[in-house]
């Protein structure tokens, strides 16, 4: 969106797709958020486009259950298309 930093909407992308969307329970102390948190790596402008912009997110495997492409679409995918700092 306009006026929005490409690094801060990077970075939340990568917690809203990750775990930006969980809920405060008890157990939060028992539940390292570094380790499963995604990361904006790298941004990028797009070539010929004003104020447009790639970032690159990396997220930790154990976010994802092990052979599920449906988890890893809808996960990324569902979270990052409804996020209101991209357009």
Do not use: H
């Not at 499963?36 to 976010?63: H, M, N, T, W």
């Amino acid at each position: 969106q306009p006026g929005v930093p490409p690094e801060e909407a990077g970075a939340a992308v990568a917690a809203e797709s990750s775990t930006g969307t969980w809920t405060t329970v008890w157990t939060d102390g028992l539940t390292s958020l570094d380790r499963y948190k995604g990361r904006c790596y790298q941004i990028e402008p797009v070539p010929g486009e004003e104020s447009q912009f790639i970032a690159y997110v990396a997220y930790p495997l154990d976010l994802f259950e092990e052979g599920s492409v449906t988890n890893m679409f809808t996960s990324i995918v569902g979270n990052v298309f409804g996020f209101k700092a991209l357009r």
